[in-house]
């Protein structure tokens, strides 16, 4: 059977749910049940097709066969992986663990001088999600991968960095990846504060948050939204 032709952006949709599910509205509500992919899959297919879960059942009898995430289609590898990080945040805590944890992004949110407002990007790169500015980091030579894919969508080849990373490496990370995207220069670029935040892209993995205040100057492809609309989302 040939597989069922799923667009890119049903695999991040697919991520959302498994995240906002097993892991934020379980927080909120500690008696629900956790969920496999195979039911977020079941939920999916009403929107894709009934040939999703006759295609659901032959990777996951090859997966039986061949081991974990052995040549598995895109949108049921971002199904188990999102499962195996909401498993690894632990919704029955109060916040996850992340001391010893690597750091595998760093991330920019850009606050325009009122603090009312921030940047984002919506454009084909992120899926059609609403992201602030990412950058993923290769851990294998101290370089990094730009990207602002939704969670889930980023290769599994990508090395992970270690806490050791030196902390001005990377703000000069997130600031290069801010001036790359919107032509601004670092002189325009105000550090306001920075914080740990956990991954939704790599399991058992942190991401350096930058929050950052911005001059009125270019944006690149980026657009203003209030920052209340942001966290509500």
């Not at 294998?140 to 602002?148: E, K, L, M, W």
């Given at each position: 059977?040939?597989?069922p032709r ?13 995240i ?8 909120m509500?500690?008696q ?8 977020f899959?079941e ?6 097709g009934?040939?999703?879960l006759a295609?659901?059942?032959?990777v996951?009898?090859?997966?039986n066969n061949?081991g974990?995430h052995a040549?598995?289609?895109i949108?049921h ?11 690894q945040?632990d919704?029955?805590?109060?916040s ?5 944890w690597p750091?595998s992004k760093?991330a ?14 919506y454009?084909?790169?992120t899926k ?7 950058k993923?980091?290769?851990g ?9 894919q939704?969670?889930?969508?980023e290769?599994?080849?990508?090395g ?6 030196s902390?001005?490496m990377?703000q ?6 801010v ?14 504060d ?6 939704l ?8 948050v ?11 492809s980026?657009?203003?939204?209030s920052?209340?609309?942001l966290?509500s989302r």
């Open positions: 059977m040939a597989a799923v667009e890119k952006p049903q695999g991040a949709k697919i991520h959302t749910a498994i906002l599910y097993n892991y934020y509205h379980r927080k509500s500690p629900l049940a956790f969920a496999d992919p195979e039911q899959f939920c999916a297919s009403l929107s894709v009934e040939d999703l295609y659901l059942s032959m996951h009898e090859h997966e061949s974990k040549k598995l289609s949108t590898k971002v199904a188990l992986q999102a499962c195996e990080i909401a498993e945040l919704a029955s805590k109060h996850p663990e992340m001391a010893l750091i760093v920019v949110l850009l606050l325009d001088p009122t603090k009312k407002k921030c940047l984002v990007d454009s084909a790169n059609g999600i609403w992201s602030i500015i990412e993923e980091l290769d294998a030579a101290g370089n990094s991968h730009s990207t602002n939704p969670a889930g969508q290769s599994t080849a990508k992970i960095v270690g806490a050791s990373h902390p001005f990377l000069r990370q997130a600031y290069s990846e001036e790359r995207r919107t032509g601004m220069k670092v002189s325009n670029l105000h550090l306001l920075e914080t740990m935040a956990y991954s892209s790599n399991e058992k993995a942190a991401t350096k930058f929050i950052v205040e911005y001059e009125p100057t270019m944006k690149g980026l657009e203003e939204i920052l209340e609309d966290i």
